[in-house]
């Protein structure tokens, strides 16, 4: 699973493309997810956790 950040809507099939040329095929992340913005703690730093959620959420949601 990879969750970017972007101020513009990017193809998730596009990253996939992209990464494909790069990465061995099993490294090649499943799931693409944009978010607006990344959730951050409050000492500023990237809520790991909440990324987590995110990422379960999304997968849950795919395999219904």
Do not use: H, N
């Not at 969750?3 to 693409?32: F, H, M, N, T, W």
């Not at 909440?50 to 395999?63: G, M, P, T, Y």
Request: aromatic share 8%; glycine share 4%; proline share 5%.
């Amino acid at each position: 699973c990879v969750i970017q950040c972007s101020l513009g809507r990017i193809d998730p099939e596009d990253v996939k493309s992209y990464v494909k040329k790069i990465l061995a095929s099993y490294k090649v992340p499943k799931y693409v997810i944009q978010v607006d913005a990344f959730p951050m703690t409050e000492t500023g730093k990237i809520d790991l956790a909440a990324v987590k959620r995110i990422a379960q959420e999304f997968a849950a949601d795919e395999k219904i």
